[in-house]
């Protein structure tokens, strides 16, 4: 187990802070950029309404040209644009997103559209690793199984996932197995080939003194091979994880939209950026909090590694 | 030495690499229950003759057998030990030392009963449940050496073991593998290139010399035994010191002849 001192924990709590930090200051720091204006009174200007957002330029033109006509000045508020929305706004936002019944029967809740988006990432990266961590032990270990795969593997894997949102439609149909197959796709073939060099890496003088001990074949494929590379799998599958997360994106807006994309697309379309905001902050914590969750496993599960190795 | 004594038969082995011969035409014996060092300078084969000797690489020609068949591969009648430290990380001391039995398709139960033995005996009992990481160097390496003897090998090759470690654990380390020797029936071939170590440990020491690496000759060493740490001091013991240094000491000189490198050169 890794002791983090005061200090790192403060730097890392930092590392979150700092953006907060500066997110707020201009958010409520009014001079920092603050460049619209919404109207509270219109006064006697005919096209302003309360409520309305203007810019700074528009808002004093007007009120110069009221004054100078002896009219009554508008009165308004200097704010950001709506796409950029406060701290506290998002916060609220998120909280109400859980509390609030939908729109539209039809509509999910917040925390069904995330649901149903991890359940497509779990199922998508489930199936590539049940077949591409296999695949790749047995590349890294056997070279006429890796000349035989990876050259195909190695071309594939540059061909972007999404172009095959298309075809994933005609084959699926249009409900969660074309997205299922777009985070396979795109996690499958990277992960042959990084499982397949991570592998490779093994020192091959635990393979040597394993033969003189009379491993060979089978037994020295899962006793030596495997559990050496495991911790390295282990790793390499976290990071796998959080790209999947990237093609989840794309693979919700193939046939029928849906998951924490639809929710985002939706709430933007409405111009609740607070609630865009809350969504895309959702995913984020879910990330992290599952990265985070899986680093502590891995430490508890290959606690025969030096702790310097586990980062 | 009558040749039903004899283990090891190293035939006319000859090893050649892209670019160097590291062994040229070697034959001898290595005698059943002896220790025989082989010493030389670096580079001169010493690792790619015990490799051969473990099967895990092959001679371009002539050939090695044991017991009269010739050795085609990796097998646990022979075992190895290497300088790196090559104990399975995953795998408890304990466990480590179970590995060959295992492999074997020994049961859990008698394998760990076995090993725990072997493990007494290097007297690392308080260990047992640790991973490598936890221990020194030098314990690592006995766990090595009961890793090669819990298979029942008929010879254990040992290259270089305590190169890695300081003066005074690798004499604590020479003690333990003669009394091993003692306790245990076993033919050993220790390859080094500490010449006290090599003469300490040894029946017979073979000098080998470089480029390419051929037999300089083999010396008997009638020290009695057992052998005990004040025996560097005796004068038997600094002769043949003063042989083997003059010896190597030759053989590098032939090497490093100006006319002789140029010649490597542009071979
Ligand atoms: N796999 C290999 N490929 C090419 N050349 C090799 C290989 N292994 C060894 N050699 C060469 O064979 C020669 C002997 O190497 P070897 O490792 O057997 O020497 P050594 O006596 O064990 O040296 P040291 O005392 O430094 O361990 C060297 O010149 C080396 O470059
Ligand atoms: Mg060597």
Redesign the pocket.
């Known amino acids: 187990m890794i002791e983090r001192l005061p200090r790192e924990r403060l730097l890392i709590a930092g590392s979150f802070l700092l953006p907060l930090l500066i997110w707020s200051i201009i958010s409520y720091v009014p001079f920092v950029w603050h460049p619209n204006v919404v109207i509270t009174d219109p006064g006697d200007v005919s096209w302003f309404r309360a409520g309305m957002e203007v810019t700074r330029e528009q808002f004093s033109a007007e009120t110069e040209k009221t004054t100078d006509d002896g009219l009554i000045a508008p009165a308004g508020e200097r704010v950001n644009p709506v796409y950029l929305p406060a701290p506290h706004k998002v916060a609220t936002a998120m909280y109400t997103a859980f509390t609030t019944e939908p729109k539209r029967r039809s509509e999910k809740w917040l925390h069904e559209s995330l649901w149903h988006s991890i359940t497509v990432i779990f199922w998508g990266f489930t199936l590539s690793s049940l077949i591409g961590i296999p695949l790749g032990v047995l590349c890294g270990t056997y070279r006429p199984m890796s000349l035989l795969i990876e050259p195909f593997v190695e071309f594939f894997r540059y061909f972007p996932a999404p172009a095959f949102g298309a075809l994933a439609v005609a084959i699926l149909g249009i409900h969660d197995a074309p997205k299922i197959a777009i985070i396979f796709i795109g996690t499958f073939f990277q992960q042959v080939l990084i499982v397949a060099n991570t592998t490779r890496l093994l020192d091959p003088m635990l393979i040597e003194a394993a033969k003189t001990l009379g491993a060979e074949g089978r037994s020295l494929l899962l006793r030596v091979v495997v559990p050496g590379v495991l911790p390295n799998l282990y790793r390499d599958s976290r990071i796998l994880l959080g790209w999947a997360w990237t093609y989840l994106i794309v693979a919700e807006l193939i046939g029928t939209s849906s998951g924490i994309t639809w929710f985002i697309t939706q709430q933007a379309r409405y111009k609740n950026f607070d609630n865009v905001f809350a969504a895309i902050m959702l995913i984020g914590l879910i990330g992290l909090l599952t990265d985070v969750i899986l680093a502590k496993t891995g430490r508890r599960l290959f606690r025969w590694q030096p702790a310097e190795a586990t980062p | 030495m009558s040749d039903t004594d004899t283990l090891i038969e190293v035939r006319q082995v000859t090893r050649r ?4 011969t ?2 040229k035409e070697v034959s001898f014996d290595v005698y059943r229950g002896e220790l025989l060092t082989v010493v ?10 015990a ?1 051969m000797m473990a099967g895990l690489d092959s001679p371009t020609s002539g050939e090695i057998s044991i017991d009269g068949k010739v050795i085609d591969g990796p097998s646990p009648d022979r075992g190895m030990v290497f300088q790196k430290y090559t104990l399975f990380p995953w795998l408890t001391v304990v466990k480590n030392v179970m590995f060959a039995l295992t492999v074997q398709g020994q049961g859990r139960r008698s394998a760990e009963s076995e090993a725990m033995q072997w493990v007494e005996m290097i007297g690392l009992s308080d260990f047992a449940h640790r991973y490598p990481h936890e221990l020194s160097g030098g314990m690592q390496q006995r766990v090595a050496i009961a890793r090669s003897l819990a298979a029942r090998p008929k010879v254990l090759l040992m ?2 073991p305590f190169g890695a470690l300081d003066a005074q654990t690798r004499q604590k380390m020479q003690h333990h593998l003669l009394t091993i020797c003692e306790h245990v029936d076993i033919t050993v071939v220790f ?1 080094t ?1 500490d010449l006290d170590e090599a003469i300490f440990l040894a029946d017979r020491v073979l000098v ?1 010399k470089p480029n390419p ?1 051929e037999i300089q000759d083999i010396v008997n060493v009638s020290l009695p035994k057992p052998r005990c740490i004040d025996l560097q001091f005796s004068h038997a013991f600094v002769e043949l010191r003063t042989k083997l240094a003059s010896m190597i000491h030759h053989a590098d000189e032939e090497e490093d002849l100006p006319m002789h490198m140029l010649t490597m050169k542009h071979a």
């Open positions: 690499f892209a670019e160097s590291a062994i030389g300078s670096s580079g001169c084969g010493k690792s790619t003759l490799r290259d270089e390859i290139h080998l690496g």
